[in-house]
C-alpha cells in the first residue's frame, strides 16, 4: 500500500513583513504535487510582498512539482507578486534546468539571498 502523500512531502508556511516563505521538504510528484500547491495558491494574493518557495530539502522534483510551481508562478505574475524559487540542490536545479524553466523561475540559491531580493 502506498503511503500517503502528506509523508512523501511537507510545507512549512511562515509568514512575517507581508513575506511567505513556503518550506518544502521530501518528494515533490505526481503523488504529493498538491502538498505544495494548495499552500502555494493561498499564499498567492493581493497585497502579499513577496513569496518563496525553498525547495533545499526537496529530494526529488518530478513533472507534477514543477506544474505545481509553473501555475503559482502565472499567478505571481497577474497578481504582480514576486515569487522566487531557492534551488541550490541538483535534485531541484537538473530538472528546473532540463525543462527551461529557468527562464521562467526566479532562482535564488539561499533563502537569505530571496528573501534579499524582495
Do not use: C, H, N, Y
Amino acid at each position: 500500500m502506498p503511503e500517503p502523500s502528506a509523508a512523501l512531502a511537507s510545507v512549512q508556511v511562515d509568514r512575517s513583513d507581508g513575506v511567505v516563505v513556503l518550506r518544502v521538504s521530501g518528494e515533490l510528484d505526481a503523488s504529493s504535487a498538491d502538498e505544495l500547491a494548495r499552500p502555494l495558491g493561498s499564499a498567492l494574493v493581493a497585497g502579499v510582498r513577496g513569496v518563496v518557495v525553498d525547495l533545499t530539502q526537496v529530494r526529488f522534483l518530478g513533472s507534477a512539482g514543477l506544474e505545481s510551481l509553473v501555475t503559482g508562478s502565472k499567478r505571481a505574475t497577474e497578481l504582480s507578486v514576486p515569487l522566487l524559487v531557492v534551488a541550490s540542490g541538483r535534485a531541484v536545479l537538473r530538472p528546473i534546468e532540463a525543462t527551461g524553466l529557468t527562464a521562467v523561475f526566479t532562482l535564488a540559491a539561499t533563502l537569505e539571498e530571496a528573501l534579499g531580493r524582495i
